[in-house]
């Protein structure tokens, strides 16, 4: 499927059954779930690596995970403090100085740019999951981000860390 609008969806499975999770999928034509949890297992049926890449490819969509952009046990500091999370904050460091990081959302914004895309992770909310980040350095990319929260459809809101994420990702 050939894409006419560069936009990214994002979504926290924890609120679904792994059918719902396939419906939505169908809904918004998705063609690539990008994985971006730092240890991709779930207590959830369907919702682990493993069990997740078999069940998309069963329905034609391709499963990618992308391990490094998760934030669950990172410990990293950094100068940048912009929310009042040490977590998040630490994430933010990570997104700014990590090579392995910049690459790979360079290379998920190749994906996004060809592909329907829709970014997961277990965190219902994107604005108390680390997902927030990643649709703050896509929309810097130049994508339209949208969060699906529970079947409805919720513009990406810039998180107060986004001018600095803006400086490493602008180029």
Known sequence: MSKSVDT???????????????????????????????????????????????????????????????????????????????????????????????NTLRFLSELASKYYVLIMCRELNPKYCHRQFIADVLSIMGFKVLHIVRGDVVPHERSDCYEFLKLRYSR
Do not use: M
């Open 8 to 102: 990214v969806y994002t979504i926290g499975y924890s609120n679904h059954s792994i059918d719902e999770f396939l419906n939505i999928i169908r809904r918004f034509k998705i063609e690539v779930v990008v994985d971006v949890r730092r240890f991709p297992k779930s207590r959830l049926r369907g919702f682990s690596k493993d069990e997740l890449e078999v069940i998309l490819g069963s329905v034609g969509v391709s499963y990618r995970w992308f391990g490094v952009l998760g934030a669950l046990g990172l410990k990293f500091s950094g100068s940048v403090k912009c929310v009042d999370s040490q977590t998040f904050n630490s994430y933010v460091n990570y997104l700014l100085t990590s090579e392995e990081v910049y």
